[in-house]
């Protein structure tokens, strides 16, 4: 099966507009926000910056102005007010970066894939369950797995991993 057609089937089994491919990048943002079982506004301000970075990206790639603020604001509250299916987000998390893999600038999406590498953190880091927090408990665990994983499967160049001491 090719991508196009995995892509149908995801549309035509969640639901999802065909818009919403452009918003797909998004994903792992919104796995690791949903990962301790909630959103909560820090972590929804960081997701709608990197929305409108994301969305300035895309029109300076087409040279035109190729998704709306509404668009987004539509998919965000469907992904980020409300928690889609766990099984959904790691579907389409696996697709983007099947996707990604076949572009040909992958230095932009190494690229890419730090900037949102780098969102995930900030979002797993900008909220703690209780202060004061243990020498560990900054980033939840479940947060911490997710982040695990989503290292293990993005391709990152060998200086932006350091070998441990």
């Not at 087409?62 to 965000?76: E, K």
């Not at 076949?102 to 894939?113: G, K, L």
């Not at 369950?129 to 990152?156: A, C, N, S, T």
Request: proline share 6%; aromatic share 8%; net charge negative.
């Amino acid at each position: 099966m090719n991508r196009q057609d995995e892509l149908e089937i995801l549309i035509r089994d969640f639901g999802l507009k065909s818009i919403d491919v452009q918003f797909l990048d998004l994903i792992p943002l919104i796995e690791v926000m949903w990962a301790d079982g909630r959103n909560q506004q820090p972590e929804l301000n960081l997701l709608y910056r990197f929305t409108l970075e994301h969305i300035a990206r895309l029109d300076r790639g087409a040279g035109v102005h190729t998704v709306s603020v509404a668009d987004a604001n539509d998919f965000l509250d469907r992904f980020a007010h409300r928690r889609p299916p766990p099984e959904l987000l790691e579907r389409l998390r696996n697709f983007v970066f099947d996707r990604n893999q076949n572009r040909s600038n992958q230095d932009a999406v190494r690229h890419r894939n730090e900037t949102m590498l780098d969102y995930c953190m900030d979002i797993a880091a900008a909220c703690v369950p209780r202060y004061p927090y243990g020498m560990h408990d900054r980033i939840v665990r479940d947060e911490k797995k997710f982040l695990k994983e989503l290292i293990q499967q993005l391709p990152l160049t060998s200086d932006e991993c350091p070998d441990p001491l």
